[in-house]
């Protein structure tokens, strides 16, 4: 009786469904693969370059710093997750995944101060992730490239970033007009606001302060009176969302608007203006004796200010820079999300931030530095055409029709590669009909097939796929394909590797 007892259990025991984790990416994260990967690697390696070329040397921090080291991004105990991804360490301390790569870099010099060359002159590329809401075309984790000087208080250490930042965008194929690095000074911001009579000890000094650069910072999508009025009491968009201004008044927003509204088209003129407005501060005319010394180095070394402009409307969001502030620009025009034509826009930027190194030694370490978003750069360069460049070289697959002819095939594909050919060997078991497909679907260009009777006379068919391609665009009828070679042709076994170098080139 017990054994008939023990079998309905059994039996329920194997109906029971074994657990199957659904394959899904998380939210605001995603893969990359093929042609945007190519193109990503392409630029972080045009860029690496660049910056070589300057002297930069390369610097990989970890992914993860102590919450601690990122400023005003520490979690709280209410809030452990508050812009940045953290975890507590057995030990009880908070970590978290690396919010952008200046914060490391500020960690990383003050941990080895000591031995590091100084000035110290890096550059890093690496993933960065942010907790925030994610949204179209906006990712929680995402890919920079940055170039910083550390230990360096002159103009000159600015003026190189900025002179590096546009050679970036050449070497890209980024042609000029169609680029721009727009120059500022926060002292020069500061000097406009002591001039306005904001009181920097003011109850609302330092809210005031960031609604005021912000209106500022929108004047090339708002314009002048979108401007103004976040300058004033504030603005209504189309959804007809209120945000609340900065409540100055007339005076005050006249000679903010005249600031944001001065032309980058000539540097002298830019200054002459600007200065016209923050001289009689000590701020704005450290600020300007700053962008002085930086147009002159740009003048001297041939940048014009088609490439290198100094526009007062440039803010830069984050809190810690202290002198010059920049940002790249794409000028040529695309399609927003409404459908109307609308300049790219930013892709990076940078600036001087003395103080950032100063939290961990106690002593001001002036830095200055610059960031490029890769994935925005790379829509860009979509769009102007220039990701063909990116792309890896031509692929030739050798097919496989006898398993036993592998070992000599093998051989073949490195006989290929040593002469630059990039090739490789059907490693799966299917039929010729399912290989070809293959080819097709790994985007080769060429297939080499060796059956028997081409073996016995020392010849190889080449199969151009991409040729086949475009003349079966051409065909109309079937008796046309069967009278046509079809973009096939046979080869000598000595002459394939010329052929192949000679179709591919």
Known sequence: MTEMSDQ?????????????????????????AGDELHLQNHMLDTISRVYEAYGFEALDTSAFEYADALGKF????????????????????????????????????????????????????????????????????????????????????????????????????????????????RKIMDGLL???????????????????????????????????????????????????????????????????????DDRTSALESMAELVKQTESGKQGLDELVEMAALFTKLGYDADRLAIDPSVVRGLGYYTGPVYEIELTFETQDENGELARFGSVGGGGRYDDLVKRFKGIEIPATGISIGVSRLAAALMLLGKGAAAAPAPLVVVAVMDKGTR???????????????????????SAMKAQLRYADARGARLVVIEGEDERAKGEVTLKDLQLGAEKSAEIEDNAEWRASEHAQKQVTRADLVAEIQKIIS
């Open 8 to 32: 309905p259990s059994k039996r329920k025991a194997k109906k029971q469904k074994k657990f199957k984790p659904k394959a899904r990416t998380p939210r605001g994260l995603r893969d990359m």
């Open 407 to 429: 070992p000599d095939l093998m051989a073949l594909v490195s006989e290929l590669r040593a002469a630059g050919i990039r090739a490789e060997m059907y490693m799966g078991d």
């Open 194 to 264: 002591e001039a306005i009579g904001l009181d920097p000890q003011g109850e609302e000094f330092e809210s005031r302060r960031l609604t005021i650069l912000r209106a500022m910072d929108k004047y090339d999508r708002l314009g002048l009176d979108g401007v103004t009025a976040l300058l004033g009491d504030g603005r209504k968009d189309e959804s007809g969302d209120f945000t609340k201004g900065a409540s100055l008044d007339a005076g005050q927003i006249d000679k903010v608007a005249q600031m944001v509204s001065i032309g980058a």
């Open 74 to 185: 520490l979690p709280d105990d209410d809030r452990p997750n508050e812009g940045v991804f953290a975890l507590e360490d057995d030990d009880g301390q908070w970590m978290s995944l690396r919010y952008d790569l200046t914060a490391p870099l500020a960690r990383h010099v003050a941990e080895h101060f000591d031995r590091l060359p100084k000035p110290l002159r890096r550059y890093q590329f690496g993933p960065v992730w942010r907790n925030e809401k994610p949204g179209p075309g906006r990712y929680r984790q995402f890919m920079q490239i940055d170039a910083d000087t550390v230990g360096a208080g002159n103009q000159a250490a600015d003026a190189e970033i900025c002179m590096m930042a546009a050679d970036c965008m050449e070497a890209l194929g980024i042609e000029r007009g169609d680029y721009v690095v727009r120059i500022n000074n």
